[in-house]
């Protein structure tokens, strides 16, 4: 069985990065750009800094904010109706993993009209055309949205939340650019760093890892598990790292899939609006200490990663416990909450478990799991 590997086809990293998108637009010749970002970007004038870029450069653009936290379909097919009456020939995305995934399902229906319902793109999809040209711009350090080749809707109708994987949908460009990250709050600093985290992690673990996503995953996690303290603390060092460390979780798990933390935190947003970083976070120790017995020796790497010293001196037991215990610290230390009392409601755990068991990412779990084993691991954090 061949791997296949699908990158950005161009990516601008460091800071001043996003400069380089008036050097794309020249060569590619584009005339009109929608911008896509959510109206907090926009109130706080983040995405001012990319829109004031095309202002003094003369490329015409129209902005779409109609964008929530977990975007819905509701949200994608105004954006499809918005980048047609704007007859844009290109997107850009500034935001987190809302505003790209936004862009890239907007971008894909344009491309593709016969996939308008939305609901068609749940899965893993063959779109005949490449998605509308993307340029993503994040605003987080976590989601790896603007490299990956996937992307998640909110079905608010059945309350759940379903991925679409397409490598047609993977952005052109990305401008990774530690600048644009610079005004996110402590908070969400914390939990889009933890997703990040969670993606290195299952993409690691997945079943279909291999040596370059498994170089990747590692690298990410030694960078996640270095930099989002600092920069929870506010430092430009640690926005760095984190920006970097979280490209690069991206390119990696996008490649593989993830895992059963993914498939049970979707549901958690889809159920509760739970941020999705926040939803990850407080699963990844339940769901590590699950797949431990499927692990082999990674957690001894895991364990080295994230700095813990002497695992080659540990026991099996000893340095998946080490690799477990590195994770809660790193989650306590940037203020994670512990448990979903106050999120979860006790009487839905039965239909949570059978949801998540159904999600795409669940094939990716590198231990084989059942309904009443989620339910257990979702009422284990009850307590």
């Not at 991925?163 to 460009?173: G, L, Q, R, T, W």
Request: glycine share 8%; aromatic share 6%; hydrophobic share 40%.
């Amino acid at each position: 069985m061949a791997n296949r590997f699908v990158n950005n086809r161009i990516s601008y990293h460091g800071p001043g990065a996003i400069a380089e998108i008036i050097t794309e637009v020249n060569n590619h010749g584009f005339k009109k750009a929608l911008v896509c970002s959510d109206p907090d970007l926009l109130k706080f004038g983040v995405t001012a800094k990319v829109t004031d870029l095309l202002d003094k450069n003369a490329v015409a653009y129209e902005v779409y904010d109609n964008i929530q936290p977990n975007p819905t379909i509701e949200n994608i097919q105004s954006g499809v109706v918005a980048c047609k009456k704007a007859e844009a020939d290109f997107i850009i995305a500034v935001g987190g993993g809302s505003s790209m995934d936004t862009a890239k399902a907007i971008g894909t229906i344009i491309a593709n009209p016969e996939f308008s319902d939305v609901k068609s793109l749940e899965g893993v999809v063959t779109t005949k055309n490449p998605c509308l040209t993307v340029f993503t711009v994040p605003t987080t350090a976590g989601t790896g949205a603007e490299v990956t080749a996937s992307y998640v809707v909110t079905d608010v109708e059945k309350r759940r939340k379903f991925v679409s994987v397409d490598p047609h949908c993977v952005p052109e460009i990305a401008f990774v650019d530690p600048e644009m990250m610079s005004s996110m709050p402590k908070g969400l600093t914390a939990a889009t760093g933890m997703d990040a985290l969670t993606h290195a992690i299952e993409g690691y673990l997945t079943k279909t890892a291999w040596t370059i996503t498994e170089m990747m995953s590692l690298e990410a996690i030694r960078l996640v598990s270095k930099h989002l303290r600092s920069a929870y603390a506010g430092e430009k060092e640690g926005r760095e790292g984190m920006a970097l460390g979280q490209y690069i979780a991206g390119m990696g798990f996008s490649n593989v899939n993830l895992g059963i933390d993914h498939s049970m935190a979707h549901i958690l947003s889809g159920y509760y609006g739970t941020p999705h970083g926040i939803a990850c976070a407080i699963l990844l120790p339940t769901a590590m200490e699950f797949n431990a017995c499927a692990t082999g020796e990674k957690y001894r790497e895991i364990a080295r990663a994230m700095g813990v010293e002497g695992v080659d001196g540990m026991s099996q037991e000893e340095y998946r416990k080490a690799a477990i215990d590195a994770v809660k610290k790193l989650s306590a230390d940037v203020n994670i909450p512990t448990t979903l009392r106050g999120i979860v409601k006790e009487e839905d755990i039965p239909e949570l478990a059978k949801n998540a068991l159904a999600d795409a990412c669940t094939l990716g779990n590198p231990r084989d799991v059942c309904v009443e084993q989620i339910i257990e691991m979702y009422q284990s954090l009850m307590k």
